[in-house]
């Protein structure tokens, strides 16, 4: 084993003994944990669940003859190819992409090796990579995610994909590894949701990174693995954060939210929102959200918070800001969107009144103290997918959604207008890495240039029929400005 | 004259030339330009039309015999000192300050000259300062926005100030003269607003700055003076930019204008909102504000942007965003909120319909081309206080407020709360700079750190009896945090 | 065949001849059109697809050996008897009711057939029922709609329950036999929903009306009915309309569908609402909660309307007022709800962009002219369960929901709480009319009284924890109020 | 003294000692109470503080020789003429009614004496008026509420107005005796806001009833007085109330207060409403407008009310329904909107917190019991015009605004836009009153018919650039509606 790996080793446990403020837990899973969070969205469209072989034990073609692809079946391919022509509706900012690159290809000889969810909105990323000029190779970073008839439709256009709805762990691994453990063929650009993708090349294949030109990060955790490699100078190509690009943070987090929260709890509890009393820990971006959402839709909504900014921005918005104790006894529910552990307590939960919900819209399952309800006396009771009431002794019963993981993931659906903006802030973020000239980047961790943010931003306009101003030359000289951009400092708030 | 002054006078020459993004115009005025503002928050209480005689050509002593100080009329006093008080009641985190700070003296030894609109607020803060330990000499930075009871009560407790309500150029310089130039007092910190203070010290007596330990800048012009001083490499002592602070931003932009815009359009038009159409220029803190408040007041908003982001983040707050040519006909508001200039042009106002109201929220009377309105066609009435009426040939009538002035200055008033918020950072920063290590600030502008930025706002929460989650140990720990904050990174977004 | 009945058939005809304003169509199906509404809500929660034998054929016994009903199943009984319980912690008047008539027994003698949907609500409301002493026997008003799990709890209790999801014409007309026509039992109250029960008995049974002391109608079809009889001079019997009462308008229509217009929308098409142009046809009270609701997530919201009194209240809420055509090229979504046919023609869908999702938030399924879109050259695929796209020769997609139908009745779910306010108010009317001393009521139709409709405002208001304030006497006496109500002249409009 | 009088004479004792619901109060000042409340909209554009003779003492002459009018100051007339032009722009109803009125003269004959506020929007109604064909006399129903500068321009356009600011009472009633008592006219319409004309006319002309053909009415207590007529058989000719036509009523209240709450509060206080938490007493018309406007600036609203359907729309609308006490410590403002007397007590007030504003927005200065606070213990200290801080022993500051008169009519304006829409009504209800058949009204009281309520409405939705959909033949069939309307059942609640 190289020094490095065992570096990497000890980074990583020592990682584990200090957590950060983006709430990274315990690795004691050999797969981030995020790799095995149910996604309801991602129901299966047909009806599979006759067939038990497993992919890997298949012998399967698609119809030009290739079997280099694993699949749950490759006969599902033309019901996931009408899902990927539905999404590629309202993803018109790839679509657009692959107009403008029609000509040149940016991503001519570009190899990419990916490992996302993978859904039909993935599929337009995918065939959009392509059609820049791009070689893909893909995995799911999600054991349950995979949309199974999607990655048949993949298969059969071509893409040799590895995933499928239900992996075990193992399965997991080895799905990966057939994307990057392939002869004649390595990558030169890494897109990753997760960090186990790049984790898996770093601790088998660390000699790979010498033709890679760069990795394009997703989520919240693979971004915060990246920021500790650079920390430890284990970096060994440039890295692109595009976690927290304005729009990404935007849609993912406020606009999103803003709706999902709604979603969720209507879904799982056909609960009426006017006149209910709320309790919303957390005035962040997805508190920001469920809050003007609950708060338009009649809810009484309390806020907590640690931050006295964001505590002071509460009350400026209208919410009385409380200690989660002031007002445990009298709410109807109780959202989480902290980042933090252990927000809810069991003392919380046994003051709660009867039939409060309990929810979390943060960014894992530990906000609420899930574990502490696992106890002989208490009595679960699961009412409906995703819904399970919890059982006091003297009858009290709190309704508990998605086991405190994620409602919006869990509950709802994520719209493919907000996966749009993610997915091309992804294929931005590879061209520019892609074609950047030597030392524009070096073995750090970038956000994406303002600039392509703007990009980003720019192609989901006309969705919305919306039409920009542009600066005159005058204009532009009096601000100090270019007239295409970058329009604010880099520490503009929006 | 000293080589700095020349570059310095060079420099401003430049600067002149290439305008930039904070909107700076032509400096052929020897003062400021909002030095010059008219602001009618300002409004006298008591009535001293009678006395036409100059301050400077008084006699006039305070009840223990001082007359190290020039201000309209020192039996005001009385009166003024009851505005003080009732200004303290609205400022509890200064009078907060002055309690914390009654044992130690964080500003003992200080001797800050300020240059700042005196009106009761700046009072409190005033007299904070000397509750804290400091000496303070002040003058006016506008000549119009000072009250007259106020700068005697201030006089008579024995503070030397030089500042009345309608002050020629001349007068204006002179108080500032006669605030730093006085014979066994050097000023070894400086609080500015707009930054005449610190370019007379710069221009007349250079040596000064020997001693001081920092300025304290608040206005985005005053800043920007700083950023271009210090980008010339002649900024000589630190300086902190008080005015990009995250609580100072949000209130003074976003939660103010959200009121003020609805207060202004009222005192000046009586106009009904609800109903009414209005296109609002610019969708940044001031824009959203505006939108805000008129969307909720019943009125349909169009909004017109240069920058993709903050496009998208108006369509998914559901305003059309619109050329101002496609809507301009049909408006019965148009607000300018830009930072920009000309964006309402003659051609955009000959095409407005009768009655259109037009103003400007911005930061500077340059928004809307009110020049091109100045030809002999056109006839201007004015109709109130603030509100002309310009009539075209054909009868048509635009409402003109402020002249194009800010609205919010000119036509509404700023809440205490608001200004509380900025005293306090103001004097923070202040406590900041005189007590830093030596090296921890260079010759540079900083803004404020962010942990005190919390603090600015923690103290304000009592206000609104709003009660601090605090972290337990055990999450500080797993969010990598300190108890006491700062609670995010530098880039947070709020 | 007795005269009356004659001309209740003759008078049925000119009623088809004569469609009024509440929007009645023809009577052509021998049963409402409301009784064959798909109710999506009613979903089954155990599997008994396996059984497909006709209840009718059935043997079946309750534990107590009772077969005085037809269920699906007797077996469910179990699980309904869940969901009953479920429903009761939701619906807290009914059971304060429960508690208040322990003593008393305000419907001892009482015999009362109904003819509702059957569901859990459903079922509190008839244990309620029998706990103050009435005796019922109940069918379905509706074909789709019975819960099976429901009705086998309600028959293992001993309700006398002719309802199964499914039934046919045939059935549906022998269940309500079944219901009335019974050996040593007739009913003297009856509770129906579209007036099929109360139509039925005239036809079959019209002595039985001697000893009947009123019939309590809760829809807008049988209310209509029943003004149509009472204006021929043929009810027999006092009605009470207890569909116009105060509290079930506003909470039936403004509150309840300001929230499931978006979870309809959401459960379709997983759309977001940030930046959509939406425009609602129609701002009476339906039209205003969706107006409310999507304004409130961030979409452009245009109004249609025919009466200037609401235009102008659309106006004062910030809704652009527009003909349907003006607007019907560029926005993402039509939602009707003026209770009018023909309001989306042809024409329109012709026009409308790809994408565009056409739904029906109003009264019945004319307002849509979804029979035009069953043209040849037009093809229909079907995506989701009530989701159809209907694509146009040039590739043009419109998505069409409900097949037009109740949006809200198809595609989200009815919050307990508004069915708890519906079934309080039914079970106070029945009282009233049971217990009213001869003459009060004479055969005619009859609001509420407003003391009851604010007894059912009171019974709910604990729910929200929310405390009434009571009127000293002496402002009872300075406002010439009783101090238990009613508080507002009948005009008044809340 | 005739019978009639007597008897009317009695009545009102009697009505004295039952107040009714409306909250009339005591009569024993000889005007009524709306005659004397100070009216600040009403300041006067021109400074006649100079004069101070009595109108009635000076010889005046318009232009054209008259002298049949008594005004301030007739050379004022070219300043009111201009105040009536700029409010002519503002009531688009009234002036597309003279327009349409240019062939047919509906008045035509019409001798209408009027007695209303006299301002620039009753000038624009009487010449209306004038322009339909009618002869009008007019005087002031506020001895403190005219506009010297309008009254001296309709004196010079040749209207007999007998009005000024500052009438004593004799004034008052000398004035509205040359409105009927002058030789060779005699009234045959009555135009009346408050009841003093009618009143007067009752007291001192009776037989001039014989000529009139009705008296519109436009105040709740002017109505309150025409119902009690009605019920004690007195009323001898018919009246009509347009104080309670839809339009009215949701612009004077809803919409306007939605407007006044926030303009009140600022042009008083300057404060700030973000954060700060407000109990709203009463949830009517106005009291909805206040909450739904300070929640939408950032207030924390609690709601106080009687009536449990108001309750239960006030949780829906989403504010706490609390009993006064719960909360009357902690809130920084006090709001009362109930027409019921003393609903905040010495007891409370003891009770609020320092700083705590307190005011009015109901229909009289009775909801605050003002006079508890005249006490010696208790310091007034006017800050402001209409603000009063009263200072508790230990120093406690309450701010009182208006005295606990209206906030909205003292601290805030009117917008032209509802007066016009007031105003509109006036003159539909003057013509249909003149026009009608015989027979059609009787000795009563009405409203307005639902058509004419419509018709005003309509009138002005070209403000708004608002299109009307029209229904189509086949539509309004279906609907059994005229396609002109009335579209609604007169028990519609909008």
């Keep these: 084993m190289p020094e490095w790996m065992i570096q990497f080793a000890d980074q990583k446990q020592e990682f584990n003994k200090r957590p950060t403020k983006i709430g990274r837990r315990s690795l004691s899973r050999s797969i981030s ?35 280099d692809f694993c699949v749950k079946n490759i006969k599902q391919a033309e019901f996931g190819r009408r899902e990927i022509e539905i999404a590629e509706q309202e993803m018109p900012a ?42 893909c190779r893909w995995a799911a970073c999600n054991i349950y995610s995979t949309l199974n008839e999607v990655a048949a439709a993949l298969a059969e256009s071509g893409f040799p994909v590895f995933a499928w709805k239900g992996e075990s762990e193992d399965d997991f691994w080895w799905c990966i590894d057939r994307c990057v ?25 660390p000699n790979m990174f ?34 927290d690009s304005v729009t990404k943070q935007k849609f993912d987090n406020l606009y999103c939210c803003r709706e999902s929260i709604l979603d969720g709890l209507k879904r799982t509890t056909d609960m009426m929102f006017g006149g209910k009393q709320v309790v919303v820990c957390g005035y962040g971006e997805v508190g920001k959200g469920c809050c003007a959402a609950l708060k338009a839709m ?34 109807d529910i109780v959202i989480t969107c902290t980042g933090n552990k252990n927000v809810v307590t069991r003392e919380h939960l046994d ?39 919890v059982i006091w002794p003297d009858g009290k019963r709190i309704v508990l959604l998605a086991e405190g993981r994620l409602l919006n993931l869990s509950c709802s659906t994520v719209p493919t207008f907000v996966l749009s903006i993610t997915a091309t802030t992804q294929a931005l973020a590879l061209i520019e890495l892609y074609n950047a000239p030597e030392g524009r980047y070096k073995q ?27 600066l005159t030359d005058e204009q532009a000289k009096y601000l100090g400005l270019n007239k295409n951009g970058p329009f604010k400092p880099n520490y503009y708030r929006y």
């Design 33 to 67: 944990q995020s790799s095995t969070d149910s996604y309801s969205s991602a129901a299966s469209y047909t009806d599979s669940s006759d067939d038990e072989t497993s992919p890997r034990d298949k012998q399967q073609k698609n119809s030009k003859g290739s079997s």
């Design 94 to 135: 790839l679509m657009a992409l692959r107009k403008r690159a029609q000509g040149e290809k940016p991503l001519a000889g570009a190899k990419i090796v990916g490992c996302t969810h993978i859904t039909a909105q993935t599929a337009v990323l995918m065939e959009t990579l392509g059609a820049l000029g791009a070689q």
């Design 181 to 205: 453990n392939v002869e004649g063929w390595q990558p030169n650009m890494i897109l990753d949701d997760g960090g186990d993708l790049t984790h898996w090349i770093y601790k088998k294949y």
């Design 210 to 243: 010498k033709k890679i030109k760069g990795i394009v990060e997703e989520s919240v955790t693979g971004v915060h693995r990246l920021y500790q490699l650079s920390k430890a100078g284990k970096l060994c190509v440039p890295a692109m954060n595009v976690n």
């Design 298 to 331: 009649g809810s009484i909504v309390y806020v907590t918070e640690i931050d006295p900014i964001c505590a002071l921005q509460a009350c400026m918005d209208g919410f009385r800001l409380v200690k989660l104790n002031e007002v445990i006894r009298q709410v």
């Design 351 to 389: 003051r709660m009144k009867n039939s409060c919900i309990v929810c979390n819209m943060g960014h894992s399952n530990t906000e609420i103290d899930v574990a502490s309800l696992r106890t002989p006396e208490l009595t679960w009771e699961r009412v409906r997918s995703q819904v399970d009431h």
């Design 444 to 470: 750090d961790v970038y956000l994406l240039p303002k600039k392509m943010d703007e990009y980003v931003a720019s192609l989901h306009l006309p969705t919305f029929d919306a039409h920009l101003t542009e």
